[in-house]
């Protein structure tokens, strides 16, 4: 009975179903162990894994309803979430609240959300249905089915390169002074899939190179800029030229002082890369043990920005490693699924989403041994969050979606899709004019 429950309940890869367990796990006993500041400020030990199990039970539900949605509408999602986006972002910057020091999150009262995890879907989703159109689908039948030959455009196209840059700078030009990670993340992925997606390589190395230098200055000029202009000019400048300052080793003394002033030291920002350091220390093969952690009650945000810190002193290297297995499993995964995908808008669809996925825990996981400068970027499903988690079940359900599809195209025998009966089989085939 429970077997036909859960396949029928459970559908798509199992393997993707089984890394999004795993992680809900890790989430659950973490957030339990690293919250003894939200114990103490809520008065209830349990109330935070209350929370954090609350939204990953919405995020359940969000995975089993967009995982039933035939990918083929994915499609339809950027005409609505694209321009939502925009006037989110826009709002944000106007009115938004700001938590650690960025105007970040729109208040609703009951729930505090970022609008740039909605932008990310909708950014990568549009990108998916633009890059699609450039692509020549051609599709051969072997002795094992269904194969698709990947042809790109000849010559590729300018309109659609144009097209994408639009999106990314506006998008990302919307999310960089609040939210620098994000912005990079974004960015980062967008030129992956642009890349996978044929785009002639000319146009993108003269769009990089333009970049490039236009980065190079503004680090440059933050490197240069005056303390006091720093805290004229506000937002996040300051916050960025204090990091890049750190993790370049730049001594912020003033000439002439022997220590620095207290209002030019981020007292918050290095006490959390300290005390990172010190949860990692005292970690070994097997940890301290689940709920032994003891930087939980030092480390600032160690429930979200510094839960791999926590993971690693409370299970050691095996279960940093086994972490990090997850996440590289689930590419493998999703790069399993794009190749078995017979059209090139789930290919890149679910290309794009397990690539984002990826490189946001890589960057928390970096940050978390001191890789990488300090960052607000949760470890996705783990973190504590509401936006963040919910965002990223919409991932996996559209991941699951496409591992459906895949799994159809590689069940469909040689006669033609129009031939098939199988009603499952035809809801993706279907010719309604979405393809």
Wanted: hydrophobic share 50%; proline share 3%; glycine share 10%.
């Amino acid at each position: 009975m429970l077997k036909i429950i859960s396949n029928n309940l459970f559908k798509g890869d199992k393997v993707v179903w089984m890394i999004y367990f795993f992680l809900c796990m890790i989430s659950l006993v973490e957030i339990y162990s690293a919250s003894s500041s939200l114990t103490y400020s809520h008065g209830n030990h349990l109330d935070p894994m209350i929370r954090q199990a609350g939204f990953l039970f919405v995020g359940l539900i969000i995975i089993l309803i967009v995982h039933r949605i035939p990918c083929k509408y994915f499609k339809l999602f950027p005409i609505f979430l694209l321009p939502a986006s925009v006037m989110l972002l826009l709002y944000v910057l106007l009115f938004g609240g700001t938590i650690n020091g960025g105007n970040r999150w729109i208040d609703l009262g009951f729930l505090s959300f970022q609008p740039s995890e909605v932008a990310k879907a909708a950014l990568i989703m549009s990108l998916a249905a633009i890059l699609s159109k450039t692509q020549n689908e051609e599709t051969v039948y072997g002795r094992n089915g269904r194969k698709m030959v990947v042809m790109a455009t000849k010559g590729g196209y300018n309109k659609p390169f144009k097209i994408c840059s639009i999106l990314v700078c506006v998008i990302c030009g919307l999310i960089v002074s609040e939210n620098f990670s994000t912005a990079a993340i974004l960015f980062t992925v967008a030129i992956i899939m642009m890349y996978i997606g044929n785009i002639p390589r000319k146009l993108m190395m003269k769009g990089l190179l333009c970049i490039g230098l236009a980065g190079g200055l503004f680090v440059g000029a933050l490197l240069i800029m005056p303390e006091s202009v720093a805290t004229a000019v506000g937002g996040r400048v300051t916050t960025w030229k204090h990091r890049l300052e750190d993790k370049l080793g730049i001594d912020r003394t003033k000439e002439g002082e022997t220590e620095m002033e207290a209002s030019e030291y981020d007292l918050a920002e290095n006490w959390q890369v300290g005390n990172s350091n010190i949860a990692i220390a005292n970690s070994n093969l097997i940890g301290l043990g689940p709920g032994n952690s003891v930087q939980r009650d030092f480390l600032s945000h160690a429930e979200s920005d510094f839960i791999y810190s926590i993971i690693i002193e409370e299970t050691g290297i095996a279960g940093a490693v086994f972490v990090i297995f997850l996440y590289f499993a689930l590419l493998i995964r999703v790069n399993k699924i794009a190749k078995k995908c017979d059209k090139f808008f789930p290919a890149f669809l679910v290309t794009g989403f397990g690539i984002v996925l990826v490189l946001q825990a890589l960057i928390n996981m970096g940050v978390a041994v001191g890789l990488l400068p300090v960052t607000g970027q949760p470890l996705p499903l783990i973190s504590k969050g509401g936006t963040s988690i919910i965002i990223t079940c919409f991932y996996f359900g559209v991941i699951l979606s496409i591992s459906r599809y895949a799994e159809k195209v590689s069940e469909t025998p040689l006669a033609p899709a129009e031939a098939v009966s199988e009603h499952e089989t035809n809801e993706y085939y279907s010719g309604t004019g979405i393809e």
